[in-house]
C-alpha cells in the first residue's frame, strides 16, 4: 500500500480522512528570505511539536541545501515557541548567534542550513 500526503505534504495513514497536524490550530509560519528562487516560500507552523527537516517524516519539510532529515523540532504551547537544534547538520543561528535551544519571538531570523528564514507567530 502507497503513502498517502496531505495538501501540505504530511504523510497521513491511508485510512485518514483529515490530517491529524493540519487539524491543529495554526500558530504561525516560517517564511525563507533570500535571493533564490524560494524567497517568499512559507511553511505553516501548528500548535504541539513539529519536526523540521528534509525528511518525508518531518511536519515542515524543507527540502534546502544543508538541512538533515530531521534537523531541529519547534513546540509551541502555552503561548511559547521553543526551537531545538538535534544536532544532525549545520548548527542553527537564531538572529547569527548559534543555538541548540532557544524560545523563538515574532520576527526572529533563523538560518538553518543555507537558507535564511523569518518566524511570523500569532
Request: proline content about 3%.
Amino acid at each position: 500500500m502507497g503513502l498517502k500526503y496531505c495538501s501540505e505534504g504530511h504523510i497521513m495513514e491511508p485510512s485518514w480522512k483529515y490530517c491529524p497536524v493540519c487539524l491543529a490550530p495554526l500558530s504561525g509560519w516560517l517564511v525563507t528570505l533570500g535571493e533564490d528562487s524560494q524567497l517568499g516560500k512559507f511553511y505553516t507552523i501548528h500548535e504541539g511539536k513539529s519536526f523540521i527537516g528534509s525528511g518525508a517524516d518531518c511536519e515542515i519539510r524543507i527540502l534546502h541545501s544543508g538541512l538533515s532529515r530531521q534537523h531541529a523540532y519547534l513546540v509551541i504551547a502555552d503561548g511559547l515557541c521553543t526551537m531545538v537544534d538535534l544536532g544532525n547538520g549545520e548548527p542553527i543561528q537564531v538572529n547569527n548567534i548559534d543555538t541548540v535551544k532557544t524560545t523563538l519571538i515574532d520576527g526572529d531570523i533563523l538560518k538553518m542550513g543555507n537558507t535564511l528564514f523569518k518566524i511570523k507567530l500569532l
